[in-house]
C-alpha cells in the first residue's frame, strides 16, 4: 500500500511558478510509475506528466516546454514544476502512482492504483 500526500498549491499570477510536491509514504518509490493529472470544474481528470522508473519523463502538448517533473528516490518525493503558468492551467492536481515500471497507456487514469487527494492550482490576476 501506497500513500500519496500532495502539497505546494496556491494562488500565482499568469506567467508566474509553482512547484508541487508529492511524498510516498509505505513503499520505495523508484519501483513505481508516478504521474501527475489535473481535474478542472465541470471537466474530466487530464494527464499532465508522468516519470517512469528510469526517470524518463513524457508530458502532454498542453504544458510540454513549461512543467517539469522530477523525482527524489531517497526521500520518496516526486515534484512538478510549473512555469509560464496560464489561467487554462487552473485545477486540482492529482499525485497518482502504479507498481510498474512497465505502463504503457501512462496517460490513463485507469492506469494508476494510488491518488493523492489533490492540491488546488489557481492562476488570476
Known amino acids: 500500500q501506497v500513500q500519496l500526500v500532495e502539497s ?23 519501483a513505481y510509475t508516478m504521474g501527475w493529472f489535473r481535474q478542472a470544474p465541470g471537466k474530466e481528470r487530464e494527464f499532465v506528466g508522468t516519470i517512469r522508473c528510469d526517470d524518463r519523463t513524457y508530458y502532454p502538448d498542453s504544458v510540454k516546454g513549461r512543467f517539469t517533473i522530477s523525482r527524489d528516490n531517497a526521500l520518496n518525493t516526486m515534484h512538478l514544476q510549473m512555469n509560464s503558468l496560464k489561467p487554462e492551467d487552473t485545477a486540482v492536481y492529482y499525485c497518482a502512482a502504479v507498481r510498474s515500471c512497465t505502463v504503457l ?11 493523492g487527494q489533490g492540491t488546488q492550482v489557481t492562476v488570476s490576476s
Open 105 to 115: 497507456l501512462f496517460r490513463n487514469v485507469r492506469e494508476y492504483d494510488y491518488w
Open 8 to 30: 505546494g498549491g496556491g494562488l500565482v499570477q499568469p506567467g508566474g511558478s509553482l512547484r508541487l510536491s508529492c511524498v510516498a509514504s509505505g513503499r520505495t518509490a523508484s
